[in-house]
């Protein structure tokens, strides 16, 4: 015999799901909303997808208004990645490894932090099919994502992966934890460096975000890259584009990475298996 619905169990079935994505204010240039509710609204799901600015100083306060307010799944991205490790109740073992959360499921107040960025950039090299088993790989960036590139490309079996960044001591600590090496970030417009890939992990990709960031990538001469992939998206004029035009290298933004791992990202919140191509078509126009 069928239970009667209790007043909670009522309320619950009727919820609407409200999903979120933190950052500052780069959040506003997130394709991410865009995505999710084109998706949502394919899948049926009663649900809705927000951005949310928050003050570096506030991520503890913005982490606990997700139990608060029943949030049912949230993104991270910079420059929250690794600062919202002390707030999770869990995390999977892949986040745990790389030391950096871009998804969080928010379940029975509890909190579980993901890494679906490391998957997505995978996905992201086999749609290209660009194997980077037995190569070498630049990594320019410290940060969550740099961390999330190095750990695939180390599963992936890399024959070697060089890190740089402006930090030394960052650098330094990232590359001691995946066993790679470490390397200035302005040795790279001095040195020739011998690799098939490189990734830029840091969130600059234009002039007008860092004059001299600019320079280092305009004085980055490669032997041998076969491939230039900017995690980042949308910069009419992107310095990592022209360095591998330069070059005559293929280049690669990051819109691609973001709708694989947004699929992923969508299962762990929903449960739901999309196909890829819907969260491909939710990036057009």
């Given at each position: 015999m069928n239970q009667p619905l209790t007043f909670l169990d009522a309320t619950l079935a009727f919820q609407t799901k409200v999903f979120c994505i933190i950052s500052d204010q780069r959040v506003f240039r997130s394709r991410s909303p865009a995505i999710f509710a084109k998706v949502l609204g394919r899948t049926g799901i009663n649900g809705v997808y927000v951005p949310f600015m928050v003050e570096d100083g506030n991520i503890g306060k913005a982490l606990e208004s997700l139990r608060v307010l029943n949030i049912a799944g949230a993104n991270i991205t910079a420059p929250f990645k690794e600062k919202v490790l002390p707030y999770l109740d869990l995390l999977s073992e892949g986040a745990n490894i790389i030391g950096a959360v871009n998804t969080i499921v928010c379940k029975g107040g509890q909190l579980k932090g993901y890494n679906t960025n490391a998957i997505g950039i995978m996905d992201a090299l086999n749609e290209v099919n660009f194997d980077i088993a037995g190569k070498k790989a630049l990594v320019i960036g410290t940060g969550g994502s740099a961390r999330a590139v190095v750990f695939i490309l180390n599963w992936l079996r890399a024959e070697s992966v060089v890190v740089a960044g402006r930090d030394n001591q960052k650098t330094c600590r990232l590359a001691g934890h995946f066993n790679c090496t470490p390397r200035s970030l302005t040795d790279l417009a001095e040195v020739p460096i011998d690799v098939d890939l490189i990734v830029n992990a840091t969130s600059i990709s234009s002039r007008d975000e860092s004059?001299?960031?600019?320079?280092?990538?305009?004085?980055?001469?490669?032997n041998g890259c076969q491939l230039v992939f900017d995690l980042n998206y949308g910069r009419r004029e992107n310095i990592w584009q022209a360095l591998a035009q330069?070059?005559?290298?293929?280049?690669?933004?990051?819109?691609?990475?973001?709708?694989?791992?947004?699929?992923?990202?969508?299962?762990?919140?929903?449960?739901?298996?999309?196909?890829?191509?819907?969260?491909?078509k939710a990036l057009e126009p």
């Open positions: 004059i001299e960031l600019t320079g280092i990538a305009e004085g980055i001469k490669s330069k070059g005559g290298i293929r280049f690669m933004d990051g819109l691609s990475a973001l709708a694989y791992q947004a699929r992923r990202t969508f299962l762990l919140w929903t449960g739901q298996e999309v196909p890829q191509e819907e969260f491909l």
